[in-house]
């Protein structure tokens, strides 16, 4: 079975500090891992994917087998970051019928 | 492009009635998947479709359905509604990438409100 979990719910920091948003996961087979973010009053969009290895509005986020964590990091949080981020699991094997699975999602909060 | 529309975009129903969602995909996109968002929660798969052919099921009931059409758009029914149903419901369309799918991409969402 597949898992994904967000251990927080609420994250605040403030303008020009380093964030970090935490995401592990369960899964048996071959991972791929995603951060989806959802921005207020708009739809959920993907934010950066495991495998393209990018760094996107500059947020970056490593996949450790070992730990099987995959967090998200910024070295300097900006207000426009303020959004709610879903990290989700889908199986990378031929088998995969593109089934996403989800965490629960952090808020984060960027303050001033 | 739109993007990936649905409709309608709030809905109201009683316990025991039917619903029918509406989603149309990216132009091009043959892929077509559903989430159910409750809230407070992550979204959780119900359904995927490509070609017009079910290709992948989550947990939830045989009150679910869905079906894909000879253009790519797809409905989502849900029939003998319960209050637990009531969630933003999300659909997302990609392409096909080898052995597997590339990005989804998420429409608005339906919210349904079931009393």
């Known amino acids: 079975a597949q898992r994904v979990t967000q251990p927080e719910k609420l994250l605040s920091v403030f303008k020009g500090a380093p964030v970090e948003l935490k995401c592990n996961y369960s899964y048996s087979g071959s991972p791929e891992l995603f951060w989806y973010v959802q921005y207020s009053r708009q739809r959920l969009q993907l934010l950066l994917r495991h495998i393209s290895r990018e760094s996107i509005k500059g947020f970056t986020a490593d996949l450790n087998k070992g730990e099987t964590s995959f967090h998200l990091k910024k070295p300097f949080a900006q207000e426009e970051d303020s959004a709610m981020y879903y990290c989700?699991?889908?199986?990378?094997?031929?088998?995969?019928?593109?089934?996403?699975?989800f965490g629960q999602g952090t808020i984060l909060t960027v303050h001033p | 492009d739109a993007g990936v529309t649905q409709s309608p975009t709030h809905l109201i129903k009683t316990r025991g009635q039917q619903v029918t969602l509406r989603c149309s995909p990216i132009s091009g996109h043959k892929s077509v998947s559903w989430y159910q968002q409750v809230l407070g929660q992550g979204p959780q798969f119900i359904f995927q479709?490509?070609?017009?052919?079910?290709?992948g099921r989550g947990n939830f009931p045989d009150r679910f359905s869905a079906r894909q059409f000879p253009n790519y758009s797809s409905e989502l029914n849900v029939n003998a509604l319960l209050l637990g149903d009531s969630a933003l419901y999300l659909c997302a369309s990609s392409t096909r990438r080898g052995g597997g799918y590339n990005e989804q991409f998420f429409g608005p969402g339906t919210r349904l409100t079931v009393l």
């Open positions: 479709y490509y070609e017009k052919e079910e290709r």
């Open positions: 989700a699991l889908r199986d990378a094997g031929g088998t995969s019928y593109g089934k996403l699975t």
